[in-house]
């Protein structure tokens, strides 16, 4: 290795048992390369960590090898651990299309550490797939990188305004309303003068999926034909004792709940007080995102059904559109479409 | 022996008793034939003094190319033709991989039509992949193809106790056991101790899908529902038109019946046995699928949910079992196994 400790293409050529000259010419994807020799090159630079920097990719060059990064919040819903991993075991499937995938980390909760480090990180890689926040900052952010030709992809949660590649993730109105639907569905026929009340506890507005899915949650309960009252429940500032004083305190004022839709991936604090006030199992409770807390939860019958996106759907569609933005694809292309997937006690994967 | 008095490989198959493919398989090392074939294709090599040269037993190259028949229930079937255009795309979509994909229909689930069309020209094909009708006669052209080296790869519906590399579709356990929680929900709410009567209608039952979606139904009804009742187990064959001949007769003799699972193929004969007998939003039907007339059906809310898979990604894993095979990876390696979708109106792709 050289001095630094960091691998040089030499290291990787000598990993993969080939030439210097077919190393350079996979990476920067001069002449034809057999596929297979292209896939042991990736998986070389992939083993001995060889980050692949933009200044050294050839922008003019048509199938150059991509180093793509996913910036993922720091401490986060189990999803993420999910995510991560996924990301982490899928890395060799996508070599073969010259992309290779890094997960960076920022500081959660503070969108000026986030600004910074979307820059920082938008500039080290060739393109970046990001959880989108709504804050004039991050907007700030990803608008700089669109000037800068740095390809941005939103993840799960989109941004509009500012010059993002593409969303990957689910249509959130769409689940919102499918929420409702198996609401409605799930706490089986009600006769006109029974009263039906539903609670929205809903995750932080910052997330534009979660605003999205209030709206089409609240939707579908318009058009039900029995007048459905909704009262909702704001999460505060991530502090768990809050979010379990102000869960219990609407269970306290409201036993007569019919069900409650937690529209992001916390259900904790509801999950606990639903316990405390034994009203587990008497109340529908629709969550989101499959994470080992919402597993158990959906196994104890305490939470009646989950939706849920694809995760390597999620990361397979982001390196494919990359790699499509590179080749000059149309963008979609070889991609799927994200479903909402619902999930059942019985149908849990 | 060949008039040069060298052996070739026709001798050597000739003398071990399998095809010249087979010969061919052992010889390149392609996976997949047994073990006690490879030794008995070795023997008579030696007996015949027969060299495997050195290009002969090199690695299998990458992009040897693949041809994968594929056989499905005759076309009027809705599922069939929309397998059938997967197989279109997937010629298209894997081409640059060396994958030449037929596909071909037998009719009326005949087992004798299908294990002949197993055995035919199996020297010309790398693998088969079939939706299996459970009969002794296909199971034993299961065990012909896997004595002489054909992957064998069971799509949709599985074969029991023979030989075959995969299985690719829905647990259809998952299927009847996600159906019956759905009807139990729906039907009753949140308390389970409620009354009903449910009928089903199955395909055919020559099908271990549709048995297993019946065990899988009646596992979960007894055991959370108890006090629901099965009026009838019927027999469809998936068409619509015998759908709605029984289903009529079962809401004449039942007119409180509270649901209907319909586990096959043909949910429309159902749907309009249940609006001409104006019970329409009445009773629960839980289908499969998700053919033109399923979406239709749905939208209109005389089908509450139906289960699906993807057409085309049965057929990507199918073709990939295949290159993994070639690649000499474990078969489903990198392959998402195939979830039970649950499609409402809310969350139609």
Redesign the interface.
């Known amino acids: 290795m050289a001095k630094r400790g960091m691998p040089n293409m030499m290291h990787v050529a000598e990993h993969a048992r080939v030439s210097l000259a077919t190393v350079d010419r996979v990476l920067h994807g001069r002449s034809s390369v057999r596929p297979s020799t292209v896939a042991r090159v990736m998986a070389a630079a992939n083993q001995l960590g060889y980050v692949l920097e933009p200044t050294m990719v050839d922008r003019e060059s048509p199938t150059r090898a991509l180093s793509i990064v996913f910036l993922l919040p720091e401490h986060g819903p189990g999803f993420l651990a999910l995510l991560k991993s996924v990301i982490d075991c899928t890395q060799d499937r996508w070599l073969a299309l010259r992309v290779q995938c890094h997960i960076e980390t920022y500081p959660t909760a503070n969108s000026e550490a986030y600004a910074r480090a979307l820059l920082r990180y938008g500039r080290r890689y060739n393109g970046l797939v990001m959880i989108g926040v709504d804050d004039p900052q991050i907007h700030e952010a990803v608008r700089i990188l669109g000037e800068e030709g740095i390809p941005v992809i939103t993840l799960s949660s989109d941004l509009i305004n500012v010059p993002r590649l593409a969303y990957v993730g689910m249509d959130n109105h769409a689940a919102g309303r499918t929420a409702a639907e198996l609401m409605i569905r799930l706490m089986g026929p009600k006769n006109m003068h029974q009263r039906i009340k539903f609670a929205l506890a809903a995750g932080s507005l910052s997330y534009r999926s979660h605003v999205e899915r209030e709206a089409g949650f609240m939707q579908r309960v318009y058009e039900h034909p029995q007048s459905i009252d909704v009262v909702s429940l704001h999460e505060g500032r991530s502090d768990a004792d809050g979010d379990d004083r102000r869960a219990c305190a609407l269970l306290k004022d409201h036993r007569d709940l019919t069900g409650i839709y937690c529209n992001s991936g916390g259900i904790s604090a509801v999950a606990r007080a639903l316990k405390e006030f034994k009203l587990a199992h008497k109340v529908v409770v629709i969550g989101h995102a499959l994470a080992p807390e919402t597993r158990s939860l959906l196994m104890d019958g305490t939470l009646d059904a989950c939706i849920v996106e694809s995760h390597p759907l999620l990361v397979g569609n982001c390196v494919r559109i990359f790699a499509n933005w590179r080749d000059g694809n149309p963008l979609t292309q070889g991609t799927e479409q994200i479903r909402i997937q619902v999930l059942f006690r019985e149908n849990l994967p | 022996m060949s008039k040069r008095n060298l052996p070739n490989m026709k001798d050597v198959a000739d003398l071990a008793r399998v095809s010249v493919a087979t010969v061919d398989r052992v010889m390149h090392q392609r996976p997949g034939v047994r073990q006690r074939t490879i030794d008995r294709v070795m023997v008579a090599s030696e007996k015949l003094g027969y060299l495997f040269d050195t290009a002969n037993t090199a690695p299998p190259s ?2 040897k190319p693949l041809s994968i028949k594929f056989l499905l229930p005759d076309a009027q079937n809705t599922f069939s033709a929309m397998l059938l255009d997967g197989i279109e795309y997937a010629q298209e ?1 894997w081409a640059s991989h060396g994958i030449q994909c037929c596909a071909e229909t037998y009719p009326d689930l005949n087992p004798e039509a299908l294990a002949q069309a197993m055995l035919r020209d199996r020297q010309q094909v790398d693998g088969v992949v079939m939706v299996a009708v459970e009969h002794a006669l296909v199971r034993e052209a299961a065990q012909t193809l896997a004595d002489e080296g054909v992957p064998l790869v069971c799509l949709v519906s599985d074969l029991t106790g023979a030989p075959r590399t995969a299985y690719v579709g829905m647990d259809s356990l ?2 009847g ?2 159906a ?3 009807i139990g ?7 389970a101790h ?1 009354h009903a009567k449910v009928g089903l209608i199955s395909g055919s039952l020559s099908l271990r899908a549709q048995v297993d979606r019946q065990k899988g139904f009646m596992q ?1 009804l007894t055991r959370d529902f108890s006090n629901f009742q099965v009026v009838g187990l019927l027999e469809g064959q998936e068409q619509a038109q015998t759908n709605h001949e029984l289903a009529l007769e079962l809401l004449r003799r039942h007119p409180d019946i509270a649901a209907i699972y319909c586990m096959g193929g043909g949910a429309m004969g159902v749907a309009s046995a249940i609006t001409q007998s104006k019970l329409d939003h009445r009773v629960v039907l839980i289908g499969h699928g998700l053919t033109p007339v399923v979406r239709r059906l749905l939208l209109d809310g005389t089908m ?1 949910a139906s289960l699906y898979q993807s057409p085309q990604a049965l057929i990507d894993n199918a073709v990939r079992i295949f290159i993994n095979q070639r690649e000499g990876n474990e078969p489903t390696e ?1 392959i ?2 195939i ?4 499609m ?4 139609l ?1």
């Open positions: 990458s992009n979509r998952v299927c056991r996600t019956a929680h759905m929900r729906f039907v009753s709410g949140v308390s409620g979960v509450d990198g998402e196994p979830r039970v979708q649950v409402l109106r809310e969350n792709p």
